[in-house]
């Protein structure tokens, strides 16, 4: 399973790859608006930072104005941008137009079977279903995880399901358990991912009895 980074915090992005794990990044209006920094500036520096896949989401609501938007994202970095593209009929459309193209696109808040069906069938190179935010709805997000890599595996979909909204180390687990291609994962869990409390005490205890050791 690929590890994105879930923000688009460039120091967070630099770390996260000096320690192997992120394969890529996924980014939306509220984590840019999270840096202070312009659009632009974003843009340039994580592309800069990130060695894979670079999800940027585009503004507009209407099909023509999300295509424009797209081929702009989409010629900054034809290898690494991924166009981020809301579950909607106009969202869709300009999906199938993208994917004639050859621009990759994430189509983004997915919160059913059907809605990721749909995205696949357009020609989607991924989708996002959220699984925090099902969660929060007392609904169980992981489910429809399992239900859309079914419904993929059936027909045999090249779409690849990133697992977005994640809360906590165990979103990633069962994401990974479960098959999922992609994991994008805060910072913050990311940390949490790397933590047992039996390894920092074997790591003090290891330390103690060593300096029992006589020296040379
Ligand atoms: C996915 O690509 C989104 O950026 C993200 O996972 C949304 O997560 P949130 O529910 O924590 O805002």
Avoid: W
């Avoid at 840019?32 to 060695?51: N, S």
């Avoid at 357009?122 to 169980?140: E, K, M, N």
């Avoid at 399992?146 to 990633?172: C, E, G, K, W």
């Amino acid at each position: 399973m690929k590890f994105f980074l879930d923000t688009a915090d460039v120091e967070q992005l630099r770390k996260a790859v000096e320690m192997g794990v992120c394969d890529g990044a996924t980014t939306n209006p509220s984590l840019v608006a999270r840096t202070g920094k312009p659009f632009e500036q974003v843009i340039r520096e994580v592309l800069d930072v990130v060695p894979g896949p670079v999800s940027l989401e585009v503004l507009s609501l209407d099909t023509e104005g999300m295509v424009a938007e797209a081929r702009d994202l989409h010629q900054r970095n034809p290898e690494k941008v991924v166009v981020k593209i809301p579950m909607t009929p106009d969202g869709i459309r300009a999906v199938k137009i993208l994917a004639g193209e050859g621009v990759k696109t994430n189509v983004t808040l997915i919160f059913s079977p059907a809605q990721a069906l749909i995205a696949a069938k357009a020609g989607a190179t991924y989708v996002s279903p959220f699984v925090g935010r099902l969660d929060d709805i007392s609904h169980q997000g992981m489910d429809l995880v399992q239900d859309i890599l079914t419904i993929f595996a059936n027909y045999d979909f090249d779409t690849q399901v990133i697992v977005a909204s994640i809360r906590h180390p165990m979103h990633v687990v069962e994401a990974a358990i479960m098959g999922a291609d992609v994991a994008t994962i805060p910072f913050a869990v990311i940390e949490k991912l790397f933590k047992h409390p039996l390894t920092d005490i074997g790591i003090e205890r290891f330390l103690k009895d060593f300096s029992r050791v006589p020296k040379d």
